[in-house]
Every structure is written in structure tokens, then in C-alpha cells.
Nanobody, 127 residues
Framework: QVRLVESGGGLVQAGGSLSLSCAAAGQAFSSYALAWFRQAPGKERALVAVISRSGTNINYDDSVKGRFSISRDNAKNTVYLQMNSLKPEDTAVYYC????????????????????WGQGTQVTVSS
């Protein structure tokens, strides 16, 4: 089990940038694939980006491709989400999540595959 704490959310104008961080406390951070999900008001939680244990396999939702970038630093037990060219439709609560995977390349894409979740951080993009 790993405890996840997000930071870096806030209010930004459309076209701006924000950087989210998720620090993990617990053992074997490198055993986890890591992801960012988001949930907008009235909508279901959705996968934004995921990175494998090795960091070599990454997947993005089509809505953020070319604008968002996920990365991880296993030495710092931290996963990041760099968000550029933000749009009002990016407004949501962003959650960090972790999933233990046997393969260092596997990237879980479904919410139920993740066992540990952060408390969420609000991102608001004004038009």
C-alpha cells in the first residue's frame, strides 16, 4: 500500500500551464504503475495519463495528447503531470493513482486496476 498526496492545482486562464505533483509514501514505489485521473462536475472519473513502472510506456487520453506530459522520478517517489495550453474543459479534480503491476511495461487503463488513490487537487481553467 502507498499513500499518495497531490499538489499543484489552482486557477489558471485558458492557454496557461500548471504542474501537478504526487508524492508517495510507502514501500516499493517502483513496483507501481502511476496515473492521473480527473473528474469534472457531473461526469465520471476518467483516465488522463498513465506511466508504467519503467517509465518507458506512457498513454494519454486523446483530449490531452500534445498538451499534457506525465513523468516519474522513482528516486523522489513522485509522479508529475505537466499541463500546457489548458482549456476550460480541463477543469476538474485531478487524482493521482497507483497500481501494482507484475510487468515493468504494463500500463493499466481502468480505474478498478488502481488500489491506491490520492485525495485530489482542484484545477480550474477560466475562459
Amino acid at each position: 500500500q502507498v499513500r499518495l498526496v497531490e499538489s499543484g492545482g489552482g486557477l489558471v486562464q485558458a492557454g496557461g500551464s500548471l504542474s501537478l505533483s504526487c508524492a508517495a509514501a510507502g514501500q516499493a514505489f517502483s513496483s507501481y504503475a502511476l496515473a492521473w485521473f480527473r473528474q469534472a462536475p457531473g461526469k465520471e472519473r476518467a483516465l488522463v495519463a498513465v506511466i508504467s513502472r519503467s517509465g518507458t510506456n506512457i498513454n494519454y487520453d486523446d483530449s490531452v495528447k500534445g498538451r499534457f506530459s506525465i513523468s516519474r522520478d522513482n528516486a523522489k517517489n513522485t509522479v508529475y503531470l505537466q499541463m500546457n495550453s489548458l482549456k476550460p474543459e480541463d477543469t476538474a479534480v485531478y487524482y493521482c493513482a497507483a497500481a501494482i503491476t507484475l510487468s515493468v511495461w504494463y500500463i493499466p487503463r481502468l480505474g478498478y486496476e488502481y488500489t491506491d488513490w490520492g485525495q485530489g487537487t482542484q484545477v480550474t481553467v477560466s475562459s
